[in-house]
């Protein structure tokens, strides 16, 4: 059983359009993590949260983290072929290890 | 500039054969940390070390052994493969617990 629920699974939209992606938990972090995965790479982050009701941009990515700290959302803006790839939200607790999500895969038609 | 290296990329084992997978840092972290990832499954922690002489259990540790041979380095060991060891196996470091973590780039694992 995931600690962090991430949806959809998939997601494939053509270019220009926009999407969502969810991570929630019933638990709460300290912090919350998404990751950028593209294929025979390793994962690389792309922003940390750690307030709640935070919302950070990075470009057209934006970033929020729920008030109460269990649940998370990414938005991208006019969606490039270069934002294909898995996403993965983690959450820090209260020790040294990260809860990942299963991971939204996103693929961005031309 | 490096960051976190693992060797080998690819390796196809028999089962039963033992194999050790490699990983090392140069950005002087002191954590480090060993997952697995499966189709539909994300990531899963198979086991950590906070710290250089510290090791601990993961979500998934049953059938693997790991050592933290010096602060930059902490492999993972299969004693005796098995078809359900098939994954891709990642190794990351942070400079301390829930600070954002760096990944390797994988090691792509096949038992049959």
């Known amino acids: 059983t995931q600690l962090l629920e991430q949806s959809p699974q998939f997601l494939s939209i053509q270019e220009g359009e926009n999407l969502t992606v969810y991570c929630n938990s019933s638990s709460v972090f300290s912090s919350l993590q998404w990751y950028r995965q593209e294929p025979g790479e390793g994962p690389v982050l792309l922003v940390t949260v750690v307030t709640g009701g935070e919302v950070k941009k990075l470009k057209r990515l934006t970033f929020q983290f729920g008030d109460a700290r269990k649940d998370s959302s990414l938005h991208i803006t006019a969606a490039q072929p270069g934002d294909t790839g898995l996403y993965l939200c983690a959450g820090a607790g209260g020790d040294y290890k990260l809860s990942f999500g299963a991971g939204t895969t996103v693929t961005v038609r031309a | 500039n490096a960051g976190v290296t693992q060797t080998p990329k690819f390796q196809v084992l028999k089962t039963g054969q033992s194999m050790t997978l490699q990983c090392a ?87 049959l």
């Open chain 2, 25 to 111: 840092q140069d950005m002087n972290h002191n954590s480090m940390y060993w997952y697995r990832q499966d189709p539909g499954m994300g990531l899963r922690l198979i086991y950590y070390s906070a710290s250089e002489g510290t090791t601990d259990k993961g979500e998934v540790p049953n059938g693997y052994n790991v050592s933290r041979l010096n602060k930059r380095e902490f492999s993972l060991r299969l004693e005796s493969a098995a078809p359900s060891q098939t994954s891709v196996y990642f190794c990351a470091s942070s400079d301390r617990g829930r600070q954002p973590q760096h990944f390797g780039d994988g090691t792509r694992l096949s038992i």
